[in-house]
């Protein structure tokens, strides 16, 4: 087999680097988790520190909002479709479809007709994404992975399509005067400040982190991690495969509707043109830049699918130009993505489907 | 929107819908080959189309010098003159998608194979150096400078690199074709003379009609279109069926590693696949021109999303499977469009291709590529 | 007499044309190791993948602890007490080896996705002692300082060995192993055939698909003779060894007769 040089194990800083965290003293772990933490809660005012505010800034945009509207939301979405993705192994490029879902669940029961509350809702569209995985995923999770990518991709685009042509969506014009969080003492949830948005964000992913943290490392990611690499043999082993794949679609799904139901929020307004094809697409390219599988890679490559079009506005309408290169020249040299996810072997693409 | 119109238009759908479908199915082989031979998603065929659309406008308007106003009067373009433009547009349409689809080949998938080699290093260290230019200057002629200078060194350290040689995850090459579609879109908005906006292209021949199908018009576009995306299949198919080279495309889709061992060269036969899936979404482009009258940077984008619905439909791997697939496909969206309304196009098309997969999961005809029926 | 673990009777597979199995009956019994041989193509492994649901057969049934596995998904047959091995290794090959146990030693944990993200009691429990479990069973086929480090990496024979491990994990009572053997030097065989009786002297049934005659007649207790889909032969080894319609079928003599 030609495959033999791939065997080689490869380490990389980013390993090393979690490796020695690793292995610090319980305290001092702690310690630096909080310190993390804390700084990342400060994110809205890193532009006002030397040096790293002049390369985080964003030129012409405000850098708080890219923040709100763009960072946190791919971040969210990146770690919801990493469990579809990156954990089970399931391509999905309709993921922009809960995501939808989850944003005009909160837009129709929080504005017109049903005034629910943001409280309310925020749940309400988690749920209701959900549901739209399950609905979804109960005929197609049987079809194989290409199969899967293809009818994914049809979900988001009837999804939004069937925004665009149904009245009580808004149609073509969307729907506005979406309810915000309800402002508790100094956390005003209003249009001027988008800071609160950011705390409120933040906590979301850090929850969203935890939850998955726990899944990852029970039978559940075990099982998951299974059906990726080996369907066949998986279930064999006892591993109920539709029901954990439904789950990670599921799950995935709620996170998408939960990633909506803030943006929409946020922004007060959407209409069907937020929930484009193409964002599917950057999505997708969210997880697999950033390390597929790898809760701290699609972080970070959540965070540079949305930063590095605002960062280089400069570039103008160039900046697409050279995302697209950037995503060819990262995958051409670091395959496995930013952060590539623990274990994961330098190459040797999934096998095929083959008899058992 | 009322079911006695479908009736009255019946024929009508059908003309257009397998006009429509055959198109779909050109650009479908080019997926399908492809997906054969490396199971790959090949995300970036869609801007394949896209720049043959543009190889037919520049051929239509810059080497034969017609102008986009001069419709209505068709005069000197009757017999041989005729045949010969439509002849070269469809050719030029073919030679620029067939080279960008070698060049896409080269630059954004054989790297990760692990067996990148000088061609895709010089044209990645080429777009390293444009992408770093632009941190310096706004100007294009001195954007190519700079491009141009860095290129050399760059390439031999990514030939380095390449030395390495592994090979990526599925995934990897899903989001590489995802990232030179956007940039060669992107290109075309950034550096076209009409950037974002729609292009006309001339129109060639008056659209007369020829003859009455059951009370349709067929017009001549539609035969144009019909007889050569027949004749393209057809020497496809015999191609594909009958040559060395044939056999070779066919051993690899069945399993790559044995063909290898049996001393097929893998990495020219992809090539070969890329070539010829690239030439029929050129002739494709063509004709898309011939009916349409137009194109746009992100022209290939649904049609992309479509043509490959059409090859998972057909059966993926499956050439007749293309065909079949890809009228299945655009008669379904025409009649379903005249019965539900236009806007619902889109989710028709995957609406049908969702039913069809629930009850044969690799399409109608299966996926075959490899296997003897092909 | 003893107790019939599990029984194919009149098995019958047919893909397309093409007949893999034809009329099949065996059974094998509470405790014992039933060694199942035939040349190239005889059906070894179509019975194996009749027996462990990844077919469904044509037309026979297959009963196991004295009810029909027909019409059961395979992860349901798993749990009902059969594990096996690949002829070809198909491991986990980014998990590290405890984990590709654990994956089997979790076909019986209850812990639910809620109870895994809520982090219960039960489901803490449980994931304590799939692991502990599972270095047990590395012990005991002897790979266990090669715990962490992911199967693609382990040397083959390790890799063969994992596939048992991970096979044991589901806590069967039958053992399906498709050629373990392949690829082992004599000195590997043997080692192998000794964990074989080890691990039938725990308790375990196995069911041995073996090309290698000499590893067969070692520690079956009883064998099974497969060719061209039907079973020409069944007994204990010495018998076996003499059939002449056995012998033919090695030789390659057409045999029309059985």
């Known amino acids: 087999m030609s495959l033999t040089e791939s065997f080689r194990q490869r380490t990389t800083p980013q390993l090393q680097l979690g490796n020695r965290f690793r292995a610090l003293p319980r305290s001092a772990k702690w310690s630096l988790s909080a310190l993390l933490i804390a700084a990342l809660y400060l994110t809205p005012y890193w532009p006002d520190v030397p040096v790293l505010g002049w390369i985080i800034n964003t030129p012409g945009t405000s850098f708080e909002n890219v923040l709100t509207d763009q960072i946190m939301m791919f971040i969210l979405v990146a770690l919801g479709l990493n469990v579809v993705v990156g954990f089970a192994g399931l391509l999905d490029l309709g993921y922009v479809g809960f995501y939808a879902v989850g944003a005009y669940t909160t837009a129709v029961v929080t504005s017109g007709q049903f005034t629910l509350p943001w409280i309310a809702a925020l749940p309400l569209s988690v749920i209701m994404a959900m549901i739209a995985g399950v609905i979804l995923g109960t005929p197609t999770l049987r079809l194989r992975g290409d199969y899967l990518a293809i009818v994914t991709l049809g979900f988001g685009e009837i999804i939004r399509i069937t925004a665009n042509n149904s009245n009580w969506l808004g149609g073509p014009r969307g729907i506005s005067k979406i309810a915000r969080p309800p402002s508790i003492g100094p956390l005003q949830f209003g249009v001027l400040n988008a800071k609160p948005y950011w705390y409120l964000g933040f906590t979301v992913i850090l929850i969203v982190i935890f939850v998955l943290t726990r899944l990852e490392n029970s039978r559940v990611g075990r099982a998951w991690a299974a059906v990726r690499e080996d369907e066949d043999a998986a279930e064999l082993m006892g591993v109920d495969t539709f029901k954990f794949k439904l789950w990670a679609f599921a799950i995935g799904a709620a996170i998408g509707g939960l990633a909506g139901s803030l943006y929409a929020s946020k922004v007060g307004f959407i209409n069907p043109d937020n929930f484009q094809l193409q964002l599917s697409i950057l999505f997708l390219a969210a997880v697999v830049l950033g390390g597929t599988g790898s809760m701290y890679g699609v972080i970070m490559g959540g965070f540079l699918v949305a930063w590095i079009p605002e960062r280089f506005r400069g570039f103008s309408t160039r900046r697409y130009f050279v995302f697209g290169v950037v995503l060819v020249l990262v995958m051409v040299f670091r395959p496995q993505g930013i952060i590539p996810r623990r274990g994961a072997a330098a190459g040797i693409a999934k096998k095929g489907e083959s008899d058992v | ?299 290939g984008f649904l049609l992309g999303v479509k043509s490959f619905t059409a090859a998972v439909l057909g059966g993926i791997g499956n050439i007749k499977g293309a065909l079949l697939g890809g009228i299945v496909l655009g008669l379904a969206e025409n009649y379903g469009s005249s019965i539900f309304g236009g806007q619902w196009k889109d989710v028709i098309a995957f609406v049908v291709l969702l039913t069809v997969l629930m009850f044969r999961p690799t399409g109608i005809l299966g996926e075959s590529l490899g296997k003897a029926r092909v | 007499m003893s107790e019939v673990l599990l029984s194919v009777d009149q098995v019958t597979m047919q893909f397309g044309g093409v007949t893999a199995l034809d009329n099949v009956s065996l059974h094998i019994n509470k405790g014992e190791i039933l060694g199942l041989i035939g040349p190239n193509g005889a059906g070894k492994t179509t019975c194996f993948n009749v027996i462990t649901g990844v077919y469904a057969p044509t037309s026979g049934t297959v009963t196991f602890d004295d009810k029909s596995l027909l019409g059961l998904k395979r992860f349901q047959i798993t749990k009902r007490g059969i594990a096996r091995t690949f002829q070809n290794i198909r491991l986990f090959p980014d998990m590290s080896a405890v984990e590709n146990v654990m994956v089997g030693v979790d076909a019986h944990s209850k812990t639910s996705v809620v109870g895994a993200i809520l982090g219960i009691p039960r489901s803490r429990r449980e994931e304590t002692e799939s692991r502990e479990r599972a270095h047990e069973l590395l012990k005991f086929i002897g790979i266990d300082e090669y715990a962490e480090v992911a199967a693609r990496n382990l040397p083959y024979g390790h890799q063969r060995r994992l596939e048992i491990a991970r096979a044991l994990g589901t806590n069967p009572k039958l053992l399906c192993l498709d050629e373990p053997a392949a690829g082992f030097n004599p000195a590997e065989k043997q080692e192998l055939n000794e964990l074989i009786l080890k691990i039938r002297d725990q308790g375990y049934t196995v069911l041995l698909i073996e090309h290698d005659m000499n590893v067969v007649m070692k520690i079956s207790d009883r064998i099974a003779v497969l060719d061209f889909g039907r079973k020409i032969a069944e007994g204990l080894p010495h018998e076996i060894r003499d059939n002449p319609d056995v012998i033919a079928a090695y030789l390659g003599v057409p045999d029309d007769a059985a």
Request: positive net charge; contains cysteine.
């Open chain 2, 1 to 299: 929107m009322s079911h006695w119109l479908i009736y009255r238009t019946f024929w009508d759908l059908t003309v257009s819908g397998i006009v429509l479908g055959l198109i779909y199915a050109l650009v479908a082989l080019g997926y399908t080959m492809v997906y054969g031979v490396l199971r790959l998603i090949n995300f970036a065929h869609s801007e394949i189309f896209m720049v043959g659309t543009f190889g037919v406008l520049i051929s239509l308007t810059k080497v034969f010098g017609i102008s986009l106003f001069d419709d209505g009067q068709y005069p000197y373009r009757s017999g041989f003159v005729l045949v010969a433009i439509l002849v070269c547009s469809i050719i030029a349409a073919m030679v620029v998608s067939g080279a960008g689809a070698i060049v896409l080949e080269r630059t954004a998938y054989r790297p990760l194979r692990g067996a990148g080699d000088a061609y895709g290093a010089v044209v990645l260290a080429f777009l390293t150096g444009l992408i770093a230019s632009f941190l310096f200057s706004d100007h294009i002629m001195t954007n190519l400078a700079i491009a141009a200078v860095i290129t050399g060194p760059v390439s031999f350290g990514y030939v380095r690199i390449f030395r390495r040689g592994r090979q990526a995850p599925r995934l990897a090459f899903l989001i590489s074709a995802i990232g030179s579609s956007m940039a060669m879109a992107e290109a075309v908005a950034t550096w076209g003379p009409e950037q974002r906006s729609v292009y006309t292209t001339p129109r060639v021949l008056e659209k007369k009609v020829l003859f009455n199908f059951l009370g349709a018009d067929v017009r001549i576009d539609y035969v144009i279109v019909a007889i050569g995306a027949i004749l393209m299949m057809t020497s496809l198919l015999l191609f594909v069926n009958r040559t060395r080279l044939g056999r070779g495309i066919r051993a690899v889709a069945q399993d790559a590693e044995t063909a290898r061992i049996l001393g097929v060269n893998v990495n020219s036969v992809i090539l070969v696949t890329f070539l010829l899936g690239g030439a029929m979404a050129g002739g494709a482009a063509m004709m898309f021109t011939l009916v349409y009258d137009q194109t746009r940077f992100n022209i």
